[in-house]
């Protein structure tokens, strides 16, 4: 029989909560990255409805003495966050603690807990570009997929930001970006030029988003000197399938933050505790959220397959 002092035991757990918090501060930087331009935002409640309002008109002229011109904001009407949560634990048995550098694991497994949530995390956020083809994961407040050729506005009119089955080449790519500068707000006036854009693709189109965005050269049939698109950013998603390789999108980061959200009911949780009987270290973490858009003028996609 061997004796352990309380003392020797406050120390022990003093040090696997140490190593326990070390995990966590390493998972924790990389799940705060915002993905894609969305905002986050935090849920006051669950099942939520977030009303999505028209801006103002234009400004008027307005003679000495006149009356200043009158504008009402009015509602578009409103998208339902209904968050889900996501879970994953892990269990450690007491001989592995015993045996092994108990220290190290319990540091990795709550890191890998971390990486288990960034990953789904990254799933659900491309979920919203891969899908917005049709209305059967997210609509917007017009009742329309994300991609649409004619999202509905409250002056009148309609927006565009459908490029359909189209390749990812230099013609093509110049096309998406005069379309996302086309597009007006929900009253008809002409949005802020696009200058933070991203181009999103699956790793079939790698070899081309580098072709377009980093060559100084162009990569078309054009006899064009330099390259226009030198320096707009790219990312590669490994999230879109296999079948979805040739999607592409392109965002425009600034406006994506008043449109695009991660809604958090909470962030990664993570707790710990002792199975009673078991013999058996346990590491849980969950997370409460969903990922919304209010609106459509931050994004052009395509759904190529070519």
């Known amino acids: 029989m061997i004796n352990i002092s309380g003392e020797h035991i406050r120390l022990a757990k003093a040090e696997l909560m140490d190593a326990y918090q070390d995990g966590l501060d390493a998972a924790m930087p990389k799940l705060q990255h915002p993905i894609l331009g969305y905002q986050t935002r935090a849920l006051k409640f669950l099942n939520e409805q ?3 309002y028209s801006g103002l008109g234009e400004s008027e002229a307005t003679d000495e003495g006149e009356n200043y011109a009158e504008d009402t904001q009015q509602e578009q009407g409103y998208i339902q966050i209904t968050p889900t949560k996501y879970t994953r634990s892990v ?10 550098n108990r220290f190290e694991i319990v ?5 890998q807990l971390g990486k288990a949530a960034l990953q789904n995390m990254e799933g659900k956020a491309i979920d919203i570009l ?3 083809f049709g209305t059967t994961y997210r609509t917007g407040v017009d009742g329309l997929a994300l991609f649409s050729d004619s999202h509905t506005l409250t002056g009148g009119g309609t927006n565009d930001n459908l490029l359909g089955a189209i390749p990812l080449t230099f013609e093509n790519f110049n096309a998406a970006r005069v379309q996302l500068e086309r597009m007006t707000d929900n009253l008809g006036n002409p949005l802020a030029p696009s200058t933070n854009l991203l181009l999103v693709v699956g790793p079939e189109n790698r070899t081309v988003a580098e072709q377009l965005t980093m060559s100084s050269g162009v990569y078309s049939a054009a006899n064009l000197s330099t390259n226009p698109f030198q320096g707009i950013t790219f ?4 999230y879109l399938s296999a079948s979805e390789g040739k999607y ?9 933050k008043d449109m695009f959200f991660l809604n958090e009911g909470w962030m990664p949780r993570f707790t710990q505790e002792d ?10 973490v969950s997370a409460q959220y969903s990922f919304d858009f209010t609106g459509h003028q931050w994004v052009v996609g395509s759904n190529s397959t070519t």
């Not at 199975?275 to 849980?284: E, K």
């Open 50 to 52: 977030l009303a999505v």
């Open 235 to 238: 990312t590669v998603n490994n």
């Open 107 to 111: 540091r990795n497994l709550t890191a």
């Open 130 to 132: 891969s899908l917005g």
């Open 275 to 284: 199975t009673p009987g078991q013999g058996l270290f346990a590491n849980y």
């Open 248 to 256: 592409w999108f392109l965002i425009d980061l600034d406006r994506a």
């Open 91 to 100: 269990k450690v048995t007491e001989e592995a603690l015993r045996y092994a």
